[in-house]
Structures are given as C-alpha cells and as structure tokens.
C-alpha cells in the first residue's frame, strides 16, 4: 500500500479510498484480477480532486495496457469529488544490465543526474536551476542544463538563446552553448508564447526525445529544471531518469510550502535522494541602500527542511538584480560575479557538488573547492 502524502487532508485521503475501490474494479486483461489487488496502481496523488497515478507494467505489456489505463482513469474520473484524472503507464525497473541502481539509463553520457523540482510554479525553479548549472560550470565541471518545463520552457530566455539547435548526421539535436552550459529545451523547437495543449504520452514523448535524441555527449552533470507539480511528467522523469537527488525550490510562504512538501513525499516514494530545500525569494533586498527587509515571514523552508528531515541549502534573496538577470539571458552568477546573490548560487552549486560527489571528468581548475 502507499501511505497517504503527508500534509494530505482528511478529505483526499477519504477520496483516495474510494478511487482505490473503484480501480480493484478494472481488471487487467484476461483476467479478474482488479489492479489495486494486483498491486498495479502505483505513486498516488490526490490533491484538490486532482488525481494522479502510475500503473506498473511490463515495458513488453504496454499495447495491451493502454486500454486499462483509459478505463482506469475513467473509473477514477466516475467516483464523485474528482475533478480530473492523469493516469500513466510505468515500466517496472529492472536491475539488469544497462541499468544504474536499478533504474533505466537515459542520459548515459552523464555523471550525474540532479533534477530541480518545486511543487508549483513560480518560485524561482527555473532561475534557480540556470544560476545553479553556471556556477557548476564555473566551478570546472561539465554541465548540461534540460529544460524538462514543456509547459513553460524558460531556459531560452534565461540563458539569453534564441538559435536554433542544429543536427548530427545521426539525426540527433546538438544542445546550445550558453554561459559553458550545454542547453537544450523545447523552446527551441516550439516558440515559447505557442499554447500548447500536451496530453501525458506526448509530455513523455517529447521529455524522452530532449534525453534521448539529443547529442549530450560526456556530462560531469546534468541539472534539469523539472516541470512545476507533483504530476505525470514529474512522476515519470523521476522513475526513468537515473536522478542522483532533487533540490526542492520553495517561497517562504506557507501554501509553497505545502507544495514543497508534496514534491519531496514524491521524490522519496521513487527513492530520489532530495539533496535539500532552497529558500527563493526569503527576503528583499534593497538595491538602493542594500537594507534586507523579511517581507515574508522568512525562514519557513528552513524550519520546513528541518521538519522534513532533509537539508537546508540556501537562502536566495528576492532582489531585482536576479529578475533582471535572468529575464536577460545572463544569470547573476555571470552579470554580477561579485555580488552577494552569486556568492549564495555558488555556494548551493557547492553544497550540491559535495552531495552528489562529482569530480571532473578533464583537470581544469577548481575553484571554491
Ligand atoms: N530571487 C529572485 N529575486 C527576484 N526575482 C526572482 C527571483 N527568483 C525568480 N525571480 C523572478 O521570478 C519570476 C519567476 O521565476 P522562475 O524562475 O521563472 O520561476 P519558476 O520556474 O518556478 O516558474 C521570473 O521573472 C524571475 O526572474
Ligand atoms: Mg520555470
């Protein structure tokens, strides 16, 4: 059974109940076997009516499974008090060859894998994500960036690319340089103001694609700003990327919190180490007199992290600096090396270095280490 996320209310866990029921009454193929007694549903998420679930299969069962996984969200979607249902087939891990600790091997050319996660978005994610995978890059190391948000690509803009990616004679996209980042993202491909209507087996489809059909090459580490929420395509790329940890981007304020909370209970239940909570936008910054006012009740992540057990990272300003960075194309790791805002990304990029335990692949030199 999976136990209830913590911070769950009463209601969704009463409503989780009740969908469980409702799915041990869609039976696999050939069979009367329902899924809950199967054992089938996997990493459930109930929030607000909103339902999100894996089911296990075979990676050879998927054809067959399709039609189950419909009538699944179907039934899910028929128990009164749901709102919406997004349901996906998941392949079992297998530790066989050509797996890393159990999990399949995307991205194989790369070291290490460190997602960058919040529960909504918003927060900071995506400039936390850009000034991290710099300062990683400053500090020596090979690193690519995946913008994995297909919803709301920002490393374009971030990272200030506006090209085109061009092609292997093997078909495979070559990432863009930016900063000593290799990037690659579906803004690239797609213009970022393009509505997108995405159903879940395209988010996977084009999630594999920038993995997969992309020319990496030898990474020391990747950093993936990872979609906002607790959904499929978060559940999914936590399952079949080989994540080396998740750093959980979270406001002071109570309600990011709560969704921080969300997304460490899903990296834990996939077994992703969370490497730790950053504090965006803890406290303002004055860029007249350099005053630092706490206009949010500060210093909640830090009592979250502490509750949660996992460790606190860093503690970002609110400054416009960053904004005006990011939203630039420069982040302020480069724009403004020798700010106090640099120093605290250089000094997450550190804390995550010495998590994950990355060593350069070639001998360039190493600073702050
Ligand atoms: N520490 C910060 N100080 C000032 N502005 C910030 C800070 N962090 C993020 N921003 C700004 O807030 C907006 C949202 O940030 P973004 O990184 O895109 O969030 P997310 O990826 O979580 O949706 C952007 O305009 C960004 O420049
Ligand atoms: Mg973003």
Not at 187 to 198: K, P, R, S
Not at 243 to 254: E, K, M, N, R, Y
Not at 305 to 316: C, D, R, S, Y
Request: charged share 20%; with cysteine; glycine share 10%.
């Amino acid at each position: 059974m999976t136990p209830p996320i913590s911070g769950a209310s009463s209601d969704s866990q009463a409503l989780e109940a009740q969908i469980r029921a409702a799915l041990d009454r869609v039976t696999l193929p050939q069979s009367s076997q329902g899924l809950i007694a199967a054992g089938r549903i996997d990493g459930m998420v109930v929030r607000e009516g909103n339902v999100v679930f894996g089911i296990t299969i075979d990676p050879a069962e998927a054809a067959v499974m399709e039609p189950v996984r419909r009538a699944a969200e179907q039934a899910a979607l028929a128990v009164p008090g749901v709102k919406s249902v997004s349901a996906v087939l998941t392949a079992e891990r297998s530790a066989g060859p050509g797996t890393k600790s159990g999990r399949p091997t995307l991205l194989p050319t790369v070291a290490q894998v460190i997602a960058v996660a919040s529960g909504k978005g918003g927060v900071g994610k995506s400039t936390t994500a850009a000034n991290l995978a710099v300062a990683l890059a400053q500090s020596g190391l090979k690193v690519g960036l995946l913008d994995a948000d297909i919803f709301g690509p920002s490393a374009p803009r971030m990272m200030g690319l506006t090209a085109r990616p061009e092609m292997t004679a093997d078909r495979k996209l070559i990432p863009l340089q930016a900063h000593g980042v290799a990037v690659m993202s579906i803004g690239f491909l797609v213009a970022e103001d393009n509505a997108m209507i995405w159903r879940g087996p395209m988010v996977m489809g084009a999630l594999e694609q920038l993995m997969r059909d992309v020319a990496w090459g030898p990474l020391d580490v990747m950093v993936i700003d990872m979609p906002p929420g607790t959904g499929d395509a978060q559940l999914t790329i936590a399952q079949r990327v080989p994540l080396a940890g998740a750093v959980i981007v979270s406001t002071p304020q109570d309600i990011a919190l709560l969704d921080a909370r969300r997304g460490i209970a899903m990296f834990r239940k996939v077994e992703v180490p969370i490497l730790g909570i950053v504090e965006n936008m803890s406290y303002f910054l004055c860029p007249n007199c350099g005053h630092r006012a706490d206009i949010f009740s500060h210093g909640g992540a830090h009592k979250e992290a502490e509750t949660m057990g996992v460790p606190f990272l860093a503690e970002i300003p609110l400054e416009p600096a960053i904004r005006e960075a990011a939203d630039g194309g420069t982040p302020v790791v480069v724009s403004a090396p020798d700010s106090q805002s640099a120093a605290l990304y250089r000094g997450l990029a550190d804390k995550v270095r010495a998590q994950v335990g990355t060593a350069p692949r070639a001998a360039p030199t190493i600073r702050g280490l």
